[in-house]
């Protein structure tokens, strides 16, 4: 059975956040956003980590089409059989960790006409809102997503064009896709924690 992943990233920021609780309860609350911007580092290395992969993804990809493509046409090169099913999959992989990265920049498509009508709060309060509901589908994609990989029909299937290679890894795209959404949402959900407190305290001084 496939044991559920502890990233490191996760950990450390568990343990950063109990060491925040006793700055919480002296309510220096923006002390505890100073240690976990600590962290930051590592969300950075994450990200460059997982765009090196998604690049190499779409070269992969790009390079397996010309090659099938060329062995349609030109005699001497043979068209590979098993083109068709690992472009599929390596799109997949790309597509979700690009989607993952796209959290961290916030460049997924979203409503603000109204922003401009609404309390600078209550805009907070929204993203928060829209946090928490992607971390949890993040969540549902990590638990179900494995459950699914390590079901008879994945374990068992096989590519139709490479028997030796499992169906798990054509499924294994959507528990990664909720890992890498957890993570980069985590930082997400700081953020805005964070300009509840540190921007205001910021006004407050500049006054």
Not at 170 to 185: D, K, T
Request: aromatic share 14%.
């Amino acid at each position: 059975m496939w044991v559920f992943p502890h990233p490191p990233l996760l950990l450390e920021l568990t343990v950063l956040v109990l060491k925040g609780v006793s700055v919480l309860s002296a309510g220096n609350v923006p002390a505890l956003f100073r240690r976990l911007e600590k962290i930051k580092p590592l969300y950075d290395w994450t990200y460059k980590i997982l765009m090196f992969i998604c690049k190499i993804l779409l070269i992969g990809d790009i390079l397996i089409t010309c090659w099938s493509v060329a062995g349609r046409y030109i005699p001497f090169i043979n068209d590979p059989h098993w083109s068709e099913e690992i472009i599929l999959t390596l799109m997949v992989y790309m597509t979700v960790l690009s989607a993952s990265l796209s959290i961290r920049r916030a460049a997924h498509i979203r409503m603000t006409a109204f922003d401009k009508y609404l309390p600078k709060n209550a805009i907070k309060v929204l993203d928060l809102i829209a946090d928490f509901a992607v971390l949890a589908l993040g969540v549902f994609l990590v638990i179900y997503g494995f459950r699914f990989c390590n079901s008879p029909l994945s374990l068992r299937g096989k590519y139709a064009s490479l028997p030796g290679l499992s169906k798990f890894w054509q499924y294994l795209p959507v528990p990664v896709a909720g890992i890498s959404m957890i993570i980069f949402e985590l930082e997400q959900i700081f953020q805005h924690l964070e300009s509840f407190w540190v921007k205001d305290q910021t006004e407050k001084e500049a006054k």
